[in-house]
């Protein structure tokens, strides 16, 4: 089967395990079959693959999350990177486009599209198949899932069929209600919109070429950045009336928020921490290297990363948005493609930083105007690259790189890298990328 | 007037502020009466000396403490550091044989001995010089504090006076009782034992020299390792009969568990972090740079450090020893008679250490057998010493130290260095001290 995933949003309602770069997506809460922790863009991929081990699984996301993908899922999938954030229309037809183009995928072949983050079993991507199945056999344009409520949420958006049958005509959508109004469409048999969609390739690259004016997926890509940020929602499936809804019934949650967060994850403590036996019905996630020891605590959740800690309430933790905002903060924890990057002291005037680089990766070959870099050698073996010259680097191994000078390095071995960063101006911005080896 | 204030105890009952290296004493919590934060050692000599201006205070103290009591009071009190620790019969009659011989002080005049850690206002060291100037008339040998208690509480020692006057000589001592005994104990006018005595100095040097064979301070500190372990309460206390207690009934309160540390400190929050407006009856301590977002905590305490991070319901705050003690955690950061040290990464052959010393100050000339160090001057200038050769620092400056090689800094400003250890070895025991400028 063909699905393009939906890896959006940088988000706060997970901090301080999500941040500017670091969605919810990657944050690593579950466990695989072998009792391995693995984050929810892991999980998806391996719960599909079991599902369909041919499968081809292509994820639409922005620049941003390239990297954590990469790294989390190495080359199995496919990432079609937006070039800049242009809300669900543009972003689907560029991955459809991707599929048609790149990948080789005929217009009359089925496409799911679905986001990455519910918390389901497999019964759901089997689901998603039966719908690519019933795609095919062009009863309508459009086949979207619908979730069987478990109660008049005020959370998400309705789903109106005209039958109670399993796959039915969509007769209306209803924005997120208050709870009366919810009640009122259950009485109708209304569905949750999960935002999973099903189309036959062509009908979606027909509608796109309607919309916008493109040759083919590099000519789309090249002129990104002029389409108009419009939902897939508002630009195609509230106007489109051929289209019916599958009723599905199965395991669906929603993990956006640490009070649901919570329940699911794998085990109660995950990093150092110790509870006391009058805790109750807590979780604690613990990313620092300093111990967590919680007493008497009931119904909370504590998460501790490199960017801040959270003590909350699972109730509260809901309403933590606004909050987290005020809390301005720079990020302190980076997944690269290369390997990690974590901030451990930060003053006016500098920056000390761990880097960790995967053996056989390097980073980018890169300058910086206002600061100078010293790098300690802490652990493992690799080879750097400073204005062209090359420099074995082992254990112990000291490297002082002035501001404007190029450099880089590639890890032989796992390597890990004190570096202090000194400088009056010290951004993430400042730096300039140049071409390696040429 | 002349007090001892006894400074002992590393705990761990304010962990994780209070660690092996640093006691609850040098937690600055308060503030002093110009809004500045100030630790309870600094509190504590505030006071004394707006009672008293000519008051001459005597912190005694081990040797881990020293550094810590002259960062916080500089020179202003005399430090009698006991070699070793030997209780606090020993540490009494150091401290009493340290004020005679060093400092003058005459057999007639009276001398108080405090501990250091109630929290109290003024009226208390106005008490205590009551005490003094009572002992000086001689009606008794030893002078005691007796708290009037608020409460049957099973915390303290009772002492239990013949009469109900504000002086009166002792009846009996009693341990720590259950509540009923405590009870008991009310209706007999019995008073809290808080180690609080007065005696004229002669009556405790004679009662030292029938005990044990010395000459002066000197000869008493250099046998001070043979002295035998045992309490000034039970080797003089409680077998001298002319004895009186005086009646206290002003403020005073034991600050030995988070529970109580957090109903005096001045401030709800401390550090960087951010309550919700659900959260009540909460209080933070943050030492981290890193926020701390608390939602929904209700009578919580949450302190975090270098050494970890508690998250605790108040109640349950002082059950939290055994504990802490699983949780075995290296010392992550120290306070230094320099300045301070600490530990920003730990990893099996490294460790990254920030250390900042105080402009004027310079930390012991020495040496590591087994790890090098790279010093990375963050800010601030200096000279540093390596195998006798001086060299001037300036921010951005990189030394690396071999192992067997001797170093040292002076801080001429405010001085940062970001400190690599590498070495498979790492231990605070790996360290030679040697003559620096001879």
């Given at each position: 089967m063909n699905i393009i995933l939906l890896s959006g949003g940088s988000g706060k309602r997970l901090w301080p395990l999500s941040n500017d770069v670091r969605?919810?997506?990657?944050?690593?809460l579950f466990k695989d079959n072998d009792g391995n922790y693995e984050s929810m863009v892991q999980r998806v991929y391996r719960q599909i693959t079991e599902i369909d081990p041919d499968a081809k699984v292509t994820i639409a996301t922005s620049k941003s999350q390239a990297s954590a993908i990469h790294n989390q899922l190495g080359g199995k999938v496919s990432i079609c990177v937006e070039p800049c954030r242009r809300d669900t229309f543009p972003a689907i037809l560029l991955a459809a486009s991707y599929l048609h183009d790149?990948?080789?995928?005929?217009?009359d072949e089925g496409v799911a599209v679905c986001p990455v983050d519910p918390y389901v079993d497999n019964s759901y991507y089997e689901y998603v198949r039966k719908m690519e199945m019933v795609v095919k056999q062009?009863?309508?344009n459009l086949t979207l899932m619908g979730i069987e409520p478990t109660y008049p949420s005020e959370k998400y958006g309705y789903i109106i069929p005209?039958?109670?049958?399993?796959i039915s005509p969509v007769k209306e959508f209803k924005e997120k209600p208050d709870t009366e109004a919810a009640k009122d469409y259950l009485r109708q048999n209304a569905l949750w919109n999960a935002g999973v969609f099903a189309f036959q390739l062509g009908y979606l690259l027909d509608k796109a070429h309607s919309m916008v004016e493109f040759t083919d997926y590099r000519d789309l890509y090249s002129k990104y950045?002029?389409?108009?940020?419009?939902?897939f929602d508002y630009a195609v499936v509230e106007k489109e009336s051929s289209i019916q809804v599958m009723r599905y019934s199965g395991s669906w949650k929603d993990v956006g928020t640490w009070n649901m967060m919570a329940e699911v994850m794998?085990?109660?403590?995950?990093?150092r921490a110790v509870m006391d036996d009058?805790?109750?019905n807590t979780q604690i996630i613990n990313e620092l290297n300093i111990p967590i020891l919680a007493m008497g605590c009931r119904d909370m959740v504590i998460a501790a990363s490199g960017d801040g800690i959270l003590v909350s309430d699972k109730e509260r933790s809901g309403y933590m948005k606004p909050l987290v905002e005020k809390?301005?903060?720079?990020?302190m924890y980076a997944e690269k493609s290369w390997g990690t990057y974590t901030v451990i002291d930060a003053e006016p005037g500098s920056m000390t930083v761990k880097v960790s680089i995967r053996a056989g990766e390097h980073m980018s070959y890169h300058s910086h105007d206002y600061r100078e870099e010293v790098w300690t050698v802490v652990s493992g073996n690799g080879i750097a690259t400073v204005d062209g010259m090359e420099q074995r680097l082992r254990t112990g191994d000291v490297i002082t790189i002035a501001a404007g000078c190029k450099h880089m390095v590639e890890a032989e071995t796992d390597l890990d890298i004190i570096e202090v960063q000194i400088g009056e101006a010290i951004s993430a911005d400042d730096k300039k990328k140049f071409d390696w080896k040429i």
């Open positions: 969605s919810k997506q990657f944050i690593k790149e990948l080789g995928v005929s217009e062009g009863t309508a005209t039958t109670d049958h399993e950045e002029t389409l108009t940020k419009i939902s794998a085990d109660d403590v995950k990093g009058t805790c109750e809390i301005s903060t720079d990020v």
